[in-house]
């Protein structure tokens, strides 16, 4: 089945610097990958999504890219702001069925 | 529309209790989600449901039910609860494959 390895665990960045989080996945079919966003005592919600058939994605200050060669999806957040401070999800389908297999997680902290 | 609703929001049970935890969906999605999340940690799959009639289990099916009572509602039971299922339980649904799962709120439940 699918495994998700999510990096880093915390990332700490100045108010206007970028972030960026790693993901890689070992299922070569899986071909959907969102990225979830949850503030402390909320549900998680999706910020960005990218499909296998591109390459990145762009909403914004946020962006996801795709490597399929790879196995591997990055989280990039421009002019990082207090309010982006969260942990981040990334996640992947499992391939044929309807799961989606989690990373661990990053807690993002932006300092102004 | 509402989204996905959970009841109840928090509950305390003691060891051995039984509870059964709600969670409803307007959106006409297909599948829905069970999920636990432990303080500081991923999202875990706990049991599914591709769509209404079929259930399955996920990562973490161990001491939990599921019934898909139709296609609005899919409920979690505990048949007798320990303080390993200490936890923060979220339903999520979604319109099926490679589409994206919208979370509850969330219940918060504590085991004495």
């Known amino acids: 089945g699918e495994n998700v390895e999510q990096h880093p665990s915390t990332l700490s960045v100045q108010e206007g610097d970028s972030a960026v989080i790693k993901c890689t996945y070992s299922d070569s079919a899986s071909n959907y990958f969102p990225w979830y966003k949850q503030e402390l005592g909320k549900r998680p919600q999706l910020i960005i999504d990218i499909r296998s058939n591109v390459g990145e994605k762009k909403d914004q200050r946020i962006a996801v890219t795709l490597n399929k060669t790879a196995k591997h999806f990055s989280l990039h957040i421009t002019e990082t702001q207090p309010e982006d401070s969260a942990v981040y999800f990334c996640a992947a389908e499992d391939s044929g069925t309807y799961k989606y297999i989690f990373g661990t997680g990053t807690r993002l902290k932006v300092l102004a | 529309n509402a989204g996905v609703t959970q009841t109840p929001k928090f509950q305390v049970l003691k060891t051995g209790q039984s509870m059964t935890l709600q969670c409803a969906q307007d959106m006409n999605h297909n599948s829905m989600y069970w999920y636990r999340q432990d303080p500081g940690m991923g999202l875990r799959l706990i049991y599914y449901s591709a769509s209404e009639g079929t259930t399955d289990k996920g990562e973490v099916p161990n001491g939990y039910n599921v019934s898909r009572l139709n296609k609005r509602e899919f409920s979690l039971r505990l048949e007798s609860a320990a303080p390993s299922q200490t936890s923060v339980y979220f339903c999520?649904?979604?319109?099926?494959?490679?589409?994206?799962?919208?979370f509850g709120p969330g219940t918060r439940l504590l085991v004495l």
């Open positions: 999520a649904s979604s319109g099926g494959f490679q589409e994206t799962q919208y």
